[in-house]
């Protein structure tokens, strides 16, 4: 395996945080090592956090598999600034790595968890059987809390590692690395669209998106309506696919945002009517506001739906 390239996801993102020690006084982040031995990366909780924290963050999310940048974007309301994502391996940087789709539970602690460690736990059906044996293990915990010992053993005995080889960074939404590595999730958000509608997201050999950078909100839950306004009404996302025109023609219209229902209203408020249940929401509002689907066969270009600035102001100016 080549030292400076590694081929496994947690492998990729170890050397992420391995990186992580010199910068952490600029970037205003902590490190803790936990009692159970697992090294924690604060970056939001008790640290101030940052910016560059957040664009480093989101990189360990997609396990370095995709450029994270930040563009400005005058055009929209909020910070004038946009999160940038572009991939060459989007189901393994998204939906391998990125996806917050492992749900962590102990007592009073909760929060979702991405990363790589899902793959080396590979229990999830969205990886499609996809799992990967490493000796280290990587994730990303969207809370405002550290992780127990009991969440920690957990994910460990889950992914195959000792606690010493486990690596969290810990960021809530009400804050600048965690708000950041949130809107970074824009292409992650129109595969797992996709995934839902059946579409083989094997045929996806590319992905481009970009999604506005609101303001850190003032607590945790008006965060988490931000955060998804910047994707469901302010994301732009460009997918290129060697799958036939027929197939792309039959679900673009189905795949942005606008195709749900419950489209159109702030998502604080489509949050507080379901007494603050994800799972209570219409799941085919989580998408991107634009998507384009390029056909590298035909050179068609697909696209539906359209970014909604009047609902961003909304959002993010109240």
């Known amino acids: 395996m080549n030292a400076r390239m590694p081929t496994h996801l947690n492998d990729r993102a170890w050397k992420l945080c391995n990186e992580i020690e010199a910068r952490a006084e600029h970037w205003r982040i902590a490190r803790q090592r936990l009692s159970s031995g697992c090294l924690c990366w604060d970056l939001?909780?008790?640290?101030?956090?940052?910016?560059?924290?957040?664009?480093?963050?989101?990189?360990?999310?997609?396990?370095?598999?995709?450029?994270?940048?930040?563009?400005?974007?005058d055009h929209l309301p909020g910070t004038g600034w946009s999160v940038s994502v572009v991939t060459d391996d989007p189901f393994r940087a998204?939906?391998?790595?990125?996806y917050a789709g492992w749900k962590l539970h102990a007592g009073e602690f909760f929060a979702m968890g991405s990363g790589?460690?899902?793959?080396?736990?590979?229990?999830?059906?969205?990886?499609?059987?996809?799992?990967?044996?490493?000796?280290?293990?990587v994730g990303v915990l969207e809370s405002r809390q550290f992780p127990t010992d009991e969440i920690v053993?957990?994910?460990?005995?889950?992914?195959?590692?000792?606690?010493?080889?486990?690596?969290?960074?810990?960021?809530?939404?009400?804050?600048?690395?965690?708000?950041?590595?949130?809107?970074?999730?824009?292409?992650?958000?129109?595969?797992?669209?996709?995934?839902?509608?059946?579409?083989?997201?094997?045929?996806?050999?590319?992905?481009?998106?970009?999604?506005?950078l609101p303001p850190v909100a003032k607590n945790d839950l008006a965060g988490i309506g931000r955060t998804n306004d910047a994707i469901l009404y302010g994301a732009s996302v460009t997918l290129w696919t060697t799958a036939d025109d027929d197939a792309v023609a039959a679900i673009i219209d189905h795949v942005p945002?606008?195709?749900?229902?419950?489209?159109?209203?702030?998502?604080?408020?489509?949050?507080?009517?379901?007494?603050h249940d994800f799972y209570k929401l219409d799941p085919h509002l989580f998408s991107p506001a634009s998507v384009r689907i390029i056909s590298l066969k035909s050179?068609?270009?697909f696209q539906a739906g359209a970014v909604r600035p009047d609902i961003l102001t909304q959002s993010f100016c109240a």
Do not use: W
């Not at 957040?54 to 974007?73: E, F, K, S, Y």
């Not at 939404?173 to 997201?201: C, I, M, W, Y």
């Open 153 to 212: 053993h957990d994910i460990a005995s889950k992914c195959g590692v000792e606690p010493t080889r486990l690596c969290l960074l810990v960021a809530p939404t009400a804050s600048q690395a965690g708000n950041l590595q949130v809107v970074a999730r824009s292409v992650e958000t129109a595969l797992h669209k996709l995934h839902d509608l059946g579409f083989p997201l094997d045929s996806i050999t590319s992905a481009a998106g970009n999604a506005p």
């Open 116 to 137: 790589p460690m899902r793959a080396a736990a590979g229990s999830e059906a969205i990886l499609g059987g996809y799992h990967e044996a490493s000796d280290c293990a």
């Open 44 to 73: 939001g909780v008790r640290a101030t956090g940052s910016l560059a924290a957040g664009l480093h963050l989101a990189r360990v999310c997609l396990a370095d598999l995709a450029t994270v940048a930040l563009h400005p974007t």
């Open 94 to 98: 998204c939906m391998a790595s990125q």
């Open 257 to 275: 945002s606008c195709s749900s229902s419950a489209f159109g209203r702030p998502f604080a408020e489509l949050f507080a009517e379901c007494g």
């Open 299 to 301: 050179g068609r270009v």
